[in-house]
């Protein structure tokens, strides 16, 4: 990313017709909101998730190089994308712990806190955005590798959140309403310079793998998803007793045996073993994940899944009878330096 690419991704809410009208629509809310007395608190708890949801998917379609959807219902339901909504807990237990720390050890020690919450909190929303786990927020595997696969463009957005937080103090003399716009035309900006460092080597499709079935809500309403939730929680069983190849083992044999989509299962346990407390069962199983999806010659889907792991933990290797067929998927998917690594094992 260039200083150029950075003004383009800070203008980018008011040069993007769809995202300038949501803003308006989202302001015209908020503004509601200050003024609509008991109203206001239950407006507020049905508009400000939905600016949230809104931000993350923006730092989503600038992450492909898209312009954004315009929000509807959807939006505006708590069940739905469910993780979209973590940065709100982020941004709220930050201004809380500054604000504590600003009252206790003063101004200076408030101001360090919040520049060093500014040079982690895009990492935080970057990998949220690839991996859709808030889980994967706090793994500072994952952070580190993101930071360093982003490369110099990472620091344009801790850069932005600076700016969020110091231009408004410098404009005081502005009317309310004409600051308070200019706040949510920032925090967008902030979103979308979060979403464009990852960008310059298409970390969000290379490390995505898209989720097979509806989170838990949703998709404990089928047989099927009731079935694979009690398989994997017997097998959460023997991995918190320091027995994961006998978890591991209750998995498999259910996907060997009785799933009747067991192409889909892999993914779902996956995906599901990621939000456990520790992920190395997780890792475990990936790597006889990944054996199948070599065998099955899905090349794309298996670098998917390797940089997915190496996100999660960067010393993750392939079985080493697969490393041949894996390298082989990442030349033929044209990403020489997962290769590379992949060849000194």
């Known amino acids: 990313m260039t200083f150029k690419d950075w003004l383009r991704e800070l203008v980018f809410p008011l040069s993007s017709s769809t995202t300038l009208i949501a803003l308006v629509v989202f302001y015209a809310l908020i503004s509601l909101i200050s003024i609509a007395g008991l109203f206001g608190i239950w407006l507020a708890v049905l508009v400000l998730p939905g600016l949230v949801r809104y931000l993350t998917m923006v730092a989503v379609a600038r992450a492909r190089g898209a312009d954004t959807q315009p929000p509807t219902a959807e939006f505006f339901d708590p069940a739905d994308s469910w993780w979209t909504l973590f940065p709100t ?67 344009f957005a801790p850069l932005t959140a600076i700016l969020v937080v110091l231009v408004p103090t410098q404009l005081t003399m502005l009317p309310n309403w004409v ?70 083992q209750h998995i498999y044999g259910w996907l060997g045996n009785d799933d009747p989509a067991p192409g889909e299962g892999w993914a779902w346990f996956f995906e599901q073993m990621l939000n456990w407390e520790r992920n190395d ?27 997915r792991c190496r996100l999660v933990n960067d010393s993750f290797k392939p079985l080493a009878e697969d490393i041949p067929r894996a390298v082989e998927a990442a030349r033929a998917c044209n990403n020489e330096e997962l290769a590379a690594v992949l060849e000194r094992y």
């Open 179 to 248: 600051l308070t716009f200019i706040e949510l035309v920032l925090l967008t900006a902030f979103f979308a310079v979060c979403g464009a460092i990852t960008r310059g080597k298409n970390l969000i499709d290379e490390v995505d793998i898209p989720a097979p079935v509806e989170r838990p809500e949703k998709e404990l309403q089928s047989e099927l998803a009731k079935e694979r939730t009690k398989v994997l929680n017997h097998a959460y069983g023997f991995v918190s007793r320091d027995n994961r190849e006998g978890g591991l």
């Open 89 to 155: 807990i982020l941004i709220v237990a930050a201004a809380m712990v500054i604000k504590a720390v600003g009252d206790g050890q003063g101004e200076t020690a408030a101001l360090i806190l919040a520049f060093l919450f500014a040079a982690i909190l895009p990492a935080m929303i970057s990998v949220l955005v690839i991996t859709q786990s808030p889980l994967q927020c706090f793994n500072p595997v994952a952070l580190k590798t993101l930071v360093v696969e982003s490369g110099g463009d990472y620091w």
């Open 281 to 307: 069962a997780a890792l475990y199983f990936a790597q006889q994940y990944l054996k199948r999806v070599l065998i099955d010659g899905q090349q794309v889907a298996a670098v998917k899944l390797l940089m």
